[in-house]
Antibody, heavy 120, light 111 residues
Framework: QVHLQESGPGLVKPSETLSLTCTVS??????????WSWIRQPPGKGLEWIGY???????TYNPSLKSRVTMSVDTSKDQFSLRLSSVTAADTAVYYC????????????WGKGTTVTVSS | QSALTQPASVSGSPGQSITISCTGT?????????VSWYQQHPGKAPKLMIY???GRPSGISNRFSGSKSGNTASLTISGLQAEDEADYYC???????????FGGGTKLTVL
């Protein structure tokens, strides 16, 4: 059974860069059947899709965040990562790494989520 | 404002059935069979309940079912149980540059 685990700092200063990594266990990030995604949820609010990456490195980002987002994948470590630059308090959220089916648009495996707070 | 519209809350008694709607446009819900539904308990990650409008992942109770008519998708939960009390989110592919959109979420209360 595939498990996803987010890791990274829980506190980031305004204007700095948020960096998170997701480690895939029980499966391989190199599987051609999935995209690897990031979704976030601000406190008390709904879900927001950030983007997804294929093992080849091909990416698709939410246009509202595209100028600040970079995703990467490390197939040797079965990890994929998120970098969000120039953060503000509005980026405070629980960040989930998620597996998305390649042939459709549903997310079938979610990490437990990690809370990132943007504050000085 | 979310791209897909869901009621903020619904409620039902144990054993009853409820339906949660998810309204979009012809660019998302109405144009593609890529609607999915997620259940989220407080402090937990979302869980896939329905995919591709009406598909049910392995291990999900057949009390959960999905459907679509026009630009509105629906999640129906029959035989309500206390454990069904949670937030529910719909999601869809969209042909706009956003690609993936979510509804604002619906809080289900089991009375």
């Amino acid at each position: 059974q595939v498990h996803l685990q987010e890791s990274g700092p829980g506190l980031v200063k305004p204007s700095e860069t948020l960096s998170l990594t997701c480690t895939v266990s029980g499966g391989s990030v190199s599987s051609g059947s999935y995209y690897w995604s990031w979704i976030r949820q601000p406190p008390g609010k709904g879900l927001e899709w950030i983007g997804y990456i294929f093992y080849s490195g091909s990416t698709t980002y939410n246009p509202s965040l595209k100028s600040r987002v970079t995703m990467s994948v490390d197939t040797s470590k079965d990890q994929f990562s998120l970098r969000l630059s120039s953060v503000t308090a509005a980026d405070t959220a629980v960040y989930y790494c998620v597996r998305k089916n390649y042939y459709s648009y549903y997310m079938d495996v979610w990490g437990k989520g990690t809370t990132v707070t943007v504050s000085s | 404002q979310s791209a897909l519209t869901q009621p903020a809350s619904v409620s039902g008694s144990p054993g009853q059935s409820i339906t949660i709607s998810c309204t979009g446009t012809s660019s998302d819900v109405g144009g593609y069979n890529y609607v999915s539904w997620y259940q989220q308990h407080p402090g937990k990650a979302p869980k896939l309940m329905i995919y591709d409008v009406s598909g049910r992942p392995s291990g999900i109770s057949n009390r959960f079912s999905g459907s679509k008519s026009g630009n509105t998708a629906s999640l129906t939960i029959s035989g309500l149980q206390a454990e069904d009390e949670a937030d529910y989110y719909c999601s869809s592919y969209t042909s706009t540059s956003t690609h993936v959109v979510f509804g604002g979420g619906t809080k289900l209360t089991v009375l």
